[in-house]
């Protein structure tokens, strides 16, 4: 197949661009991006796993996103990622994971399986139970001791 210079030159300008995203659809993890003042078909959003373990995670109408077309062909172009805008920074520390929760944040501080925490602002609710405003009855006040865990 033989192209001319100008489709040459538009798929070598399409192989990585940025856009905004208009629209998202959570079931088939797909989105739909504005490119300068075209907007694109539904495409794919890359997560960071697939496999066994997955990680979904779609990005939010407005945010900023890098598009990659292989061989710069937008019918099979995906959205790789985001960028920071507006304000939105990485974070303070860009070394230490932080995920801003829109409400509350999760920092791994330390190396993380050695001698690190998870520090969470906010409430964490695991089974319907809230760590925050789960409380225990019957328990002895002071140095007292309930004994030792069961299984």
Known sequence: MTLSAAEADRRIG??????RIV???NATGRAIVQVGDLESPPLQVMQLRSGTIRMHWMPSVGEQVTIAAPSGD???AFV???LPVDGNMVAPDAGQPTMDLGGGTLRIVGRL???GDIEVTGDVVASGISLVHHRHGGVIPGGGSTGEPNG
């Open 14 to 19: 399409n192989v990585l661009t940025v856009g």
């Open 23 to 25: 629209s998202i659809d």
């Open 74 to 76: 937008m019918a099979r």
């Open 80 to 82: 790789m990622g985001s």
């Open 113 to 115: 399986f050695i001698d």
